[in-house]
């Protein structure tokens, strides 16, 4: 529900009844600039509709995604551990080589869908 401040010496209510046309039509929904996201990866607003720059809102979204899709394929392969400081590098281990392949992937997939994303949500530059 809408809130409109309460006018002196009345009793109307400060909830507004009624949504106003425009509210109405376009339902409740957010305008958004870069999506916040649930540990799923999904959206967490009402009807997002993106606003400002679309190539800006194209990039945060990969990279937002990006990093969340590689943190979440880290997660699943707890236990790889990291090189002691101060060891030589050497081949990469295929452990770690297979979990880096999975983060490519699991990256790559998470930029396509903020590029969908943005692109079928994306409102112009908001005026």
Do not use: Y
């Amino acid at each position: 529900m809408a809130t409109t401040p309460k006018k002196e010496g009345t009793e109307s209510s400060v909830l507004q009844d009624k949504p106003t046309a425009s509210a109405a039509k376009a339902g409740d929904h957010d305008r958004i600039v870069m999506a916040s996201r649930r540990a799923d990866g999904s959206m967490d607003q009402t009807a997002p509709e993106f606003i400002g720059d679309k190539d800006v809102a194209i990039a945060a979204a990969k990279e937002q995604l990006g990093q969340q899709a590689a943190s979440a394929v880290d997660v699943a392969a707890r236990g790889v551990s990291s090189t002691p400081e101060g060891a030589a590098p050497s081949d990469p281990d295929p452990d770690v080589q297979a979990l880096k392949d999975e983060q490519d992937k699991a990256i790559a997939s998470a930029e396509s869908q903020a590029e969908r994303e943005v692109r079928d949500l994306h409102q112009g530059l908001g005026g």
